[in-house]
């Protein structure tokens, strides 16, 4: 009887760790060393893409800039304080990315600042200025330390 229970225990325990690992293949592999920065950008271009129809229009792009302003304002304030843009010990990529939006030098990004910021990064992707950005469009582009 103790035989079956340790059998029956370790079944269920190996169960759960394939469980855990199924799930997490199925999450983009973010971070260091993990996707490359290729992979990245076709995940974000993915993300944007709302009608998946293989371009990213302005209107889709305003969009995700939007629900991302929206995500990082944590106290729903209107604007973006540097410990909600980039946590708590930002590196100094986010630390150029915050001061070149926050050209007010104010301490927070406005959502009127993120607009300003968010038009001119589609206009610098927009090559043939067709108002869509293709995946070749999207691709890397560094602005204040950072991509997207």
Same mark, same amino acid.
């Given at each position: ?52 129809? /293989?371009?990213? +229009?302005?209107? =889709? ?6 629900? %991302? *302003? $929206?995500?990082? #304002? &944590?106290? !729903? ?29 104010? /301490?927070?990004? +406005?959502?009127? =600042? ?6 001119? %990064? *589609? $206009?610098?992707? #927009? &090559?043939? !200025? ?19």
């Amino acid at each position: 009887m103790r035989r079956a229970k340790g059998w029956l225990v370790g079944l269920l325990a190996a169960t759960a760790v394939g469980g855990l690992v199924a799930a997490a293949d199925a999450q983009p592999r973010m971070g260091p060393g993990r996707m490359t920065d290729g992979e990245r950008q076709l995940f974000h271009f993915g993300q944007i893409d709302a009608d998946h129809d /293989g371009v990213v +229009t302005q209107a =889709e792009y305003f969009a995700y800039r939007d629900k %991302m *302003f $929206a995500a990082m #304002d &944590k106290d !729903k304030s209107g604007s973006i304080s540097m410990p909600e843009h980039g946590g708590p010990s930002p590196g100094r990529g986010m630390e150029r990315h915050f001061k070149g939006v926050n050209r007010s030098s104010s /301490g927070q990004i +406005t959502k009127q =600042e993120w607009t300003q910021e968010s038009q001119e %990064m *589609f $206009a610098e992707r #927009d &090559k043939n !200025k067709d108002g869509k950005l293709t995946p070749d469009e999207f691709g890397p582009l560094m602005r204040h330390g950072r991509r997207m």
